[in-house]
């Protein structure tokens, strides 16, 4: 069982940057994959972003070259970090994992992960 806590979303104004956290109990974190969903009010669960145990990434095309996901396995936290932020960035952050097995498309997939955090807000203003 693993149980994740994101912290670090807020109200930030376009062009600005945030960092968001997520914090996973368990002693076997580092044998997970990470990733980062959002979701806008009237919208789909949107894939961010994932690194899986090896360090291997991936990001949604909305967010390429603007964000960049890290995990500190010492410290069982994972980290998205936000750049260049743009009003359609709004929504609420969900950090997700799931084990570090499987092709890559079941790393994008919402559905394929098994252990969700509560989700913080990101607020994007311009």
């Known amino acids: 069982q693993v149980q994740l806590v994101e912290s670090g979303g807020g109200s930030v104004q376009a062009g600005g940057s945030l960092r968001l956290s997520c914090a996973a109990s368990?002693?076997?974190?580092?044998?997970?994959?990470v990733g980062w969903f959002r979701q806008a009010p009237g919208k789909e669960r949107e894939f961010v972003s994932v690194?899986?145990?090896?360090?291997?990434?991936y990001y949604g095309d909305s967010v390429k070259g603007r964000f960049t996901i890290s995990r500190d396995n010492a410290e069982n936290t994972a980290y998205l970090q936000m750049n260049s932020l743009k009003s359609e960035d709004t929504a609420v952050y969900y950090c997700?994992?799931?084990?570090?097995?499987?092709?890559?498309?079941?790393?994008?997939?919402?559905?394929?992960?098994?252990?969700w955090g509560q989700g913080t807000q990101v607020t994007v203003s311009s």
């Open positions: 997700a994992a799931r084990r570090n097995i499987g092709p890559a498309v079941l790393f994008t997939a919402a559905p394929k992960f098994d252990y």
């Open positions: 368990g002693p076997t974190f580092g044998s997970y994959a």
């Open positions: 690194i899986r145990s090896g360090g291997t990434t």
